[in-house]
């Protein structure tokens, strides 16, 4: 019983994982699109990259704990 709710959890963080970096490349596909179209969401340029750092600071540091996670969870 053990092993099948570790499996379970197991599961449950690669979901995760993957919504997480699924956003992710949503998130730059649209934000690059952004950049080629003027004013798209009414975001000036350099709010736009603003927006872009920060968004992929945020997913790739909730990716890099949740890799951590696993990884301690292993062993």
């Known amino acids: 019983m ?3 709710l570790k ?3 197991e599961i449950e ?3 995760l994982l993957y919504i997480s970096l699924t956003v992710y490349y949503f998130l730059y596909i649209v934000i690059n699109a952004s950049r080629s179209i003027n004013h798209f969401l009414w975001i000036h ?3 736009k990259d603003l ?3 920060v968004v992929h600071r ?3 540091y909730f990716c890099f704990l949740l ?3 696993l990884f301690f ?3």
């Open 51 to 53: 927006l872009f750092k």
């Open 2 to 4: 053990r092993t099948t």
């Open 45 to 47: 340029s350099i709010g």
């Open 7 to 9: 499996n379970k959890m």
């Open 67 to 69: 890799k951590k996670e």
């Open 73 to 75: 969870y292993k062993f």
């Open 13 to 15: 963080k690669h979901k």
């Open 58 to 60: 945020f997913i790739f």
